[in-house]
Protein backbone atom coordinates (compact mmCIF):
# COMPACT_ATOMS: atom_id res chain seq x y z
CA UNK A 1 0.00 0.00 0.00
CA UNK A 2 1.16 3.71 -0.41
CA UNK A 3 1.89 5.87 2.25
CA UNK A 4 3.84 8.74 3.41
CA UNK A 5 5.63 9.74 6.37
CA UNK A 6 6.88 12.88 8.26
CA UNK A 7 9.12 11.78 10.53
CA UNK A 8 9.01 15.62 12.36
CA UNK A 9 6.05 16.88 14.42
CA UNK A 10 7.50 20.26 14.49
CA UNK A 11 10.59 22.08 12.76
CA UNK A 12 11.68 24.99 14.44
CA UNK A 13 13.87 27.28 12.86
CA UNK A 14 15.07 30.76 12.74
CA UNK A 15 14.23 33.69 10.51
CA UNK A 16 16.60 34.28 7.37
CA UNK A 17 17.75 30.56 8.07
CA UNK A 18 17.37 27.49 5.54
CA UNK A 19 14.30 25.52 6.58
CA UNK A 20 13.99 21.55 5.67
CA UNK A 21 10.71 19.75 6.08
CA UNK A 22 11.13 15.95 5.55
CA UNK A 23 9.12 13.92 3.66
CA UNK A 24 9.43 10.12 2.82
CA UNK A 25 7.35 7.95 0.70
CA UNK A 26 6.62 4.52 0.03
CA UNK A 27 4.84 3.45 -3.62
CA UNK A 28 4.65 0.97 -6.05
CA UNK A 29 5.58 2.42 -9.24
CA UNK A 30 6.50 5.98 -10.07
CA UNK A 31 5.27 8.54 -7.81
CA UNK A 32 3.58 11.59 -7.73
CA UNK A 33 4.39 13.47 -4.69
CA UNK A 34 2.64 16.91 -3.60
CA UNK A 35 3.18 19.63 -1.01
CA UNK A 36 0.64 21.40 0.75
CA UNK A 37 0.67 24.41 3.42
CA UNK A 38 -1.96 25.01 5.72
CA UNK A 39 -2.37 28.58 7.72
CA UNK A 40 -4.29 28.56 11.11
CA UNK A 41 -7.78 27.73 10.17
CA UNK A 42 -7.67 27.84 6.33
CA UNK A 43 -7.97 25.49 3.69
CA UNK A 44 -4.60 23.70 2.50
CA UNK A 45 -3.24 25.65 -0.38
CA UNK A 46 -0.36 24.31 -2.96
CA UNK A 47 2.65 24.48 -2.84
CA UNK A 48 4.55 22.11 -5.56
CA UNK A 49 4.78 18.83 -6.91
CA UNK A 50 6.47 15.80 -9.03
CA UNK A 51 5.44 14.44 -11.52
CA UNK A 52 8.49 13.45 -13.72
CA UNK A 53 11.43 15.17 -14.95
CA UNK A 54 13.61 17.69 -13.01
CA UNK A 55 14.20 16.22 -9.45
CA UNK A 56 14.42 20.04 -7.98
CA UNK A 57 10.75 21.24 -7.96
CA UNK A 58 9.89 25.13 -7.38
CA UNK A 59 6.92 26.42 -6.12
CA UNK A 60 4.93 28.91 -4.64
CA UNK A 61 6.77 31.26 -1.90
CA UNK A 62 9.48 30.47 -2.59
CA UNK A 63 9.86 27.00 -2.03
CA UNK A 64 11.54 23.90 -3.93
CA UNK A 65 11.28 20.47 -3.37
CA UNK A 66 13.81 17.97 -4.50
CA UNK A 67 12.71 14.23 -4.88
CA UNK A 68 15.25 11.77 -4.30
CA UNK A 69 14.00 8.05 -5.63
CA UNK A 70 17.22 6.38 -3.98
CA UNK A 71 16.17 7.37 -0.72
CA UNK A 72 12.31 7.82 -1.68
CA UNK A 73 12.47 11.12 -0.01
CA UNK A 74 10.68 14.29 -1.11
CA UNK A 75 11.68 16.84 1.26
CA UNK A 76 10.70 20.18 1.05
CA UNK A 77 13.12 23.64 1.53
CA UNK A 78 13.70 27.37 1.39
CA UNK A 79 16.49 28.74 1.27
CA UNK A 80 15.71 31.55 3.97
CA UNK A 81 12.68 31.51 6.53
CA UNK A 82 10.42 33.58 7.00
CA UNK A 83 7.90 34.00 10.03
CA UNK A 84 5.05 34.37 8.42
CA UNK A 85 5.89 30.96 6.62
CA UNK A 86 5.00 29.30 10.29
CA UNK A 87 2.13 26.96 9.59
CA UNK A 88 1.32 23.32 8.90
CA UNK A 89 3.04 21.55 6.11
CA UNK A 90 1.38 18.41 4.87
CA UNK A 91 3.81 15.86 2.16
CA UNK A 92 1.01 13.58 0.18
CA UNK A 93 1.72 10.92 -2.91
CA UNK A 94 -0.77 9.75 -5.40
CA UNK A 95 -2.35 6.12 -4.33
CA UNK A 96 -1.73 3.63 -6.74
CA UNK A 97 -4.59 2.43 -7.20
CA UNK A 98 -6.35 4.61 -9.39
CA UNK A 99 -7.84 8.45 -9.80
CA UNK A 100 -6.56 11.08 -8.00
CA UNK A 101 -6.75 9.78 -4.87
CA UNK A 102 -3.92 11.38 -2.42
CA UNK A 103 -2.96 9.95 0.69
CA UNK A 104 -1.72 12.71 3.43
CA UNK A 105 1.21 12.59 5.76
CA UNK A 106 0.30 13.21 9.19
CA UNK A 107 1.11 17.35 8.56
CA UNK A 108 4.80 19.11 10.40
CA UNK A 109 3.99 22.30 11.87
CA UNK A 110 6.94 24.89 10.84
CA UNK A 111 7.61 27.34 13.26
CA UNK A 112 10.00 30.48 12.36
CA UNK A 113 11.16 32.53 15.76
CA UNK A 114 12.01 35.96 14.71
CA UNK B 1 -12.97 35.59 -6.27
CA UNK B 2 -13.36 32.38 -4.13
CA UNK B 3 -12.14 29.43 -6.26
CA UNK B 4 -13.57 26.38 -4.09
CA UNK B 5 -15.91 28.10 -1.35
CA UNK B 6 -18.04 25.81 1.15
CA UNK B 7 -20.86 27.31 3.61
CA UNK B 8 -21.23 27.22 6.71
CA UNK B 9 -18.07 27.63 7.80
CA UNK B 10 -19.16 26.78 11.23
CA UNK B 11 -21.78 24.18 12.47
CA UNK B 12 -22.24 23.77 15.81
CA UNK B 13 -25.08 20.79 16.26
CA UNK B 14 -26.42 18.06 18.57
CA UNK B 15 -26.24 14.80 18.42
CA UNK B 16 -28.65 12.81 16.07
CA UNK B 17 -29.29 15.62 13.56
CA UNK B 18 -28.98 15.60 10.50
CA UNK B 19 -26.97 18.44 8.57
CA UNK B 20 -25.43 19.30 4.99
CA UNK B 21 -22.82 21.31 3.50
CA UNK B 22 -22.03 22.49 0.80
CA UNK B 23 -19.36 23.32 -2.06
CA UNK B 24 -19.07 24.86 -5.44
CA UNK B 25 -15.94 25.69 -7.28
CA UNK B 26 -15.73 28.02 -10.17
CA UNK B 27 -12.63 26.64 -11.51
CA UNK B 28 -14.24 24.86 -14.20
CA UNK B 29 -12.92 21.76 -13.30
CA UNK B 30 -14.97 18.12 -13.12
CA UNK B 31 -13.82 16.57 -10.74
CA UNK B 32 -14.70 17.07 -6.51
CA UNK B 33 -13.82 15.58 -3.38
CA UNK B 34 -14.70 15.54 0.09
CA UNK B 35 -11.65 15.19 2.91
CA UNK B 36 -12.14 15.21 7.28
CA UNK B 37 -9.57 16.72 8.83
CA UNK B 38 -9.81 14.93 12.56
CA UNK B 39 -8.83 16.49 15.91
CA UNK B 40 -5.22 15.74 15.16
CA UNK B 41 -4.79 17.53 11.71
CA UNK B 42 -4.69 13.99 10.03
CA UNK B 43 -6.34 14.31 6.43
CA UNK B 44 -8.06 11.80 4.67
CA UNK B 45 -10.44 11.26 1.90
CA UNK B 46 -13.91 10.21 1.53
CA UNK B 47 -15.28 9.94 -1.31
CA UNK B 48 -14.69 11.90 -5.07
CA UNK B 49 -17.07 12.69 -8.14
CA UNK B 50 -15.79 12.93 -11.49
CA UNK B 51 -18.39 14.83 -14.25
CA UNK B 52 -20.99 13.78 -10.93
CA UNK B 53 -19.98 10.20 -10.98
CA UNK B 54 -18.72 8.50 -7.49
CA UNK B 55 -15.18 7.27 -8.28
CA UNK B 56 -13.72 7.61 -5.02
CA UNK B 57 -15.96 6.25 -1.92
CA UNK B 58 -13.86 5.38 1.08
CA UNK B 59 -14.80 3.12 4.00
CA UNK B 60 -16.99 5.67 5.30
CA UNK B 61 -19.99 5.07 7.52
CA UNK B 62 -23.49 5.23 5.26
CA UNK B 63 -24.60 7.87 7.62
CA UNK B 64 -22.78 9.96 5.30
CA UNK B 65 -24.12 10.76 1.72
CA UNK B 66 -22.46 13.02 -1.13
CA UNK B 67 -24.52 14.34 -3.75
CA UNK B 68 -23.21 16.51 -7.08
CA UNK B 69 -26.48 18.06 -9.03
CA UNK B 70 -23.43 19.19 -11.06
CA UNK B 71 -19.72 19.55 -11.94
CA UNK B 72 -19.61 22.76 -9.96
CA UNK B 73 -20.92 21.49 -6.80
CA UNK B 74 -20.56 19.09 -4.16
CA UNK B 75 -22.58 18.43 -1.23
CA UNK B 76 -22.43 16.50 1.63
CA UNK B 77 -25.45 15.37 3.62
CA UNK B 78 -24.62 13.51 7.22
CA UNK B 79 -26.93 11.90 8.85
CA UNK B 80 -28.03 10.59 12.96
CA UNK B 81 -24.92 13.28 13.89
CA UNK B 82 -22.49 11.80 16.26
CA UNK B 83 -20.15 12.88 18.62
CA UNK B 84 -16.97 11.48 16.21
CA UNK B 85 -18.10 13.64 13.32
CA UNK B 86 -16.91 16.30 15.04
CA UNK B 87 -14.04 17.69 12.48
CA UNK B 88 -13.19 19.84 9.89
CA UNK B 89 -14.67 19.22 6.39
CA UNK B 90 -12.48 20.25 3.45
CA UNK B 91 -13.89 20.21 -0.50
CA UNK B 92 -11.09 20.23 -2.98
CA UNK B 93 -11.88 20.33 -7.20
CA UNK B 94 -9.04 19.11 -9.95
CA UNK B 95 -9.44 19.44 -13.58
CA UNK B 96 -9.23 15.66 -14.54
CA UNK B 97 -9.21 13.12 -11.73
CA UNK B 98 -8.34 10.00 -13.52
CA UNK B 99 -4.14 10.56 -14.62
CA UNK B 100 -3.28 11.49 -10.48
CA UNK B 101 -1.50 14.12 -11.84
CA UNK B 102 -3.65 16.36 -11.10
CA UNK B 103 -3.66 19.33 -8.35
CA UNK B 104 -6.39 19.80 -6.03
CA UNK B 105 -7.65 23.02 -4.80
CA UNK B 106 -9.35 23.03 -1.43
CA UNK B 107 -12.10 25.18 0.05
CA UNK B 108 -11.53 27.02 3.09
CA UNK B 109 -12.91 23.86 4.98
CA UNK B 110 -16.41 23.52 7.38
CA UNK B 111 -16.09 22.62 11.12
CA UNK B 112 -18.57 20.73 12.34
CA UNK B 113 -18.81 20.00 16.05
CA UNK B 114 -21.35 17.64 17.30
CA UNK B 115 -22.58 18.28 20.91
Known amino acids: AQSVAQPEDQVNVAEGNPLTVKCTYS??????LFWYVQYPNRGLQFLLK??????LVKGSYGFEAEFNKSQTSFHLKKPSALVSDSALYFC????????????FGAGTRLAVHP | DTAVSQTPKYLVTQMGNDKSIKCEQN?????MYWYKQDSKKFLKIMFS???????INETVPNRFSPKSPDKAHLNLHINSLELGDSAVYFC??????????????FGPGTRLLVL
Open chain 2, 92 to 105: ASSQGGLAGRETQY
Open chain 1, 27 to 32: VSGNPY
Open chain 1, 50 to 55: YITGDN
Open chain 1, 92 to 103: AVRDYGGYNKLI
Open chain 2, 27 to 31: LGHDT
Open chain 2, 49 to 55: YNNKELI
